[in-house]
């Protein structure tokens, strides 16, 4: 059985170009196999910081593979390259705000410069789109903050039910 | 008298279809008789998730009936029905982001979903529009968080003063 | 030599008639002298909440006058004069979200109408733009809350580089 899948877009020119070594993929990867207690697979994606590109990603693993969860890092920050939150805005049905605010709160705990992320998320179709940063120490720091509440959304918006390892992460639903 | 005017939007599908009873409504009306020492009255409405409805209603209140302050119950998660937002974004002069902000950071004390809601609030003409969620242990949880900064975000705007219960909450008005 | 250029406009109808002395701007300055070690000049606008004034003084700073860091007081409450972050919007090809919350919830600390602040900020080219209050003591209490990030997110927009005063506040730079 293949179980649900998570997307997992690096975005990155210099990795995307073979001249630096993805690390936020793969720290992405490892964080959820400790963390989400489902049969998953991963579907992995590295590209350029172009808008284009982000969007055909995006709406590719959402709407074509089926994804219920897609993850990106980099991209995030001020600079002129960095459009991955314009790409993700675009492709998105609603935007959730909670999601940028909660991570970007708790990634000042560690730096002060966490208040120049433009990470965000939302919803499109029967899928979750989040954004994290770059480095692969504040990808761990930001889906800590926020992975509690991934699950229910994800039932929200008629995916299917993700279940976390307890001691990891307790997945939170309402009583009804 | 009949002193200032409050609206209340119960937005929910199954409760307009008679299949639930509305306890938003109810529950933000007790708040206020609790809270507000002006002498006021609600005028009420219960309507289906529907972004034209939703925005009639608050144009209506706001406009036609001079309601200062509009509540809103339910309609702000991430499913496909749920566009209370976006109603609300849609008639607002104004977007106050801080409200949203500050109400989810005060039910994330509750739940780690809070960060699902997309409750927002801002000013159109002389009246102040605020999304609340539709369960209504949560909708205390919010009015707490925000109320002492609702009679000044009034006078601001040139509606009528509201005065609150001091044991209640304190409305906060900067000296000048 | 006239090192790094900030900008400082104060956005008000009653001082820039002369009705009202500018408090505001003259406070940015001071707390400025006190925080940016690096050798600096200040230029100074003082305008009234007209948008398209607002935009215009916002670009000839950052176009035109090369100001690395452009810093407005005043106009970002919901009355209907307030339009200084409609503007600032209206000239940013990035926003930083984050500021705003981040200011919000410093002054939420001194008073509970901190949430009615529509303050926000981004990048244009290679400058900052960030909106701080009108009231002189709420302007350091914002600036306290959001400097140490400031130099780095000039670097990575490619602007000049500031050092701070680090007894007053430590400049952060993420090791590469």
């Known amino acids: 059985m ?6 997992i877009v690096t975005v990155s020119d210099r990795a995307s170009r073979g001249e630096y070594e993805d690390l936020g ?21 590295l590209i350029p910081d172009e808008q284009d590109a982000i969007e055909a990603t995006l709406r590719e693993l959402c709407d074509d593979k ?21 790409a993700t805005r675009a ?4 935007e959730l705000e909670g999601f940028g605010e909660q ?7 560690f730096v002060p410069t966490a208040i120049l992320s433009r990470q965000t998320a939302g919803v499109r179709g029967r899928s979750l789109i989040l954004n994290l940063p770059g480095k692969p ?7 800590e ?16 039910r993700m ?12 009583k009804a």
């Open 103 to 109: 991570m970007r709160r708790a990634s000042l705990a």
């Open 25 to 45: 993929g793969p720290a992405i990867q490892a964080w959820f196999q400790d963390v989400v207690a489902s049969p998953w697979q991963a579907i992995v994606r």
């Open 66 to 86: 089926g994804c219920c969860l897609v993850v990106t890092t980099g991209g995030t920050g001020p600079a002129l390259r960095d459009v991955t939150p314009e």
């Open 137 to 143: 120490k504040a990808i761990g720091e930001c889906l």
């Open 91 to 94: 492709v998105l049905d609603k």
């Open 2 to 7: 293949s179980g649900i899948r998570i997307g």
């Open 145 to 160: 903050a926020v992975m509690a509440a991934v699950p229910y959304c994800i039932d929200l918006v008629g995916g299917p």
């Open 163 to 174: 279940e976390t390892r307890p001691e990891r992460v307790v997945a939170f639903r309402p």
